[in-house]
């Protein structure tokens, strides 16, 4: 498990972030956290259908991709 | 207030979204929900620093670019 914990904290979320492509048809939604004082990093986190959070990579072009499926849909 | 509920629900949660700019400075993260079974409509939910929780329409180029900065940031 790479996500320290859910909801809004105080500090960064994602301990590590998943490398390999998740098919949009697994995702139920997605949490984009910019960087502030509580953490240095953008955290992008998924939640799949089957519950588990993942954290995914922000600069990755898969996960822009996927982000911008979303919107587009 | 255009926010049903949060969470994961089981339904839409936007009833409305907001139409003004929002400066990115002022948003604490932003949850995406593509559509399904629960609800045909993408949802974009910003929450505030203040605590306010904002729906925002998806194909709005000012939310697109919103998402854009955050993960280039």
Redesign the interface.
């Known amino acids: 498990k790479a996500l320290a914990r859910s909801g809004?904290e105080l500090r960064c979320q994602c301990i590590s972030t998943h490398s390999k492509f998740i098919h949009?048809k697994f995702?139920?939604?997605?949490?984009?956290?910019?960087?502030?004082p509580h953490c240095q990093n953008?955290e992008?986190i998924a939640?799949l259908k089957d519950g588990r959070e993942v954290c995914l990579e922000?600069?990755a072009p898969w996960?822009?991709l996927i982000?911008k499926a979303?919107?587009d849909?």
């Open positions: 809004i949009p995702i139920q939604n997605v949490n984009l956290t910019p960087s502030g953008v992008v939640t922000p600069t996960v822009k982000i979303i919107l849909k």
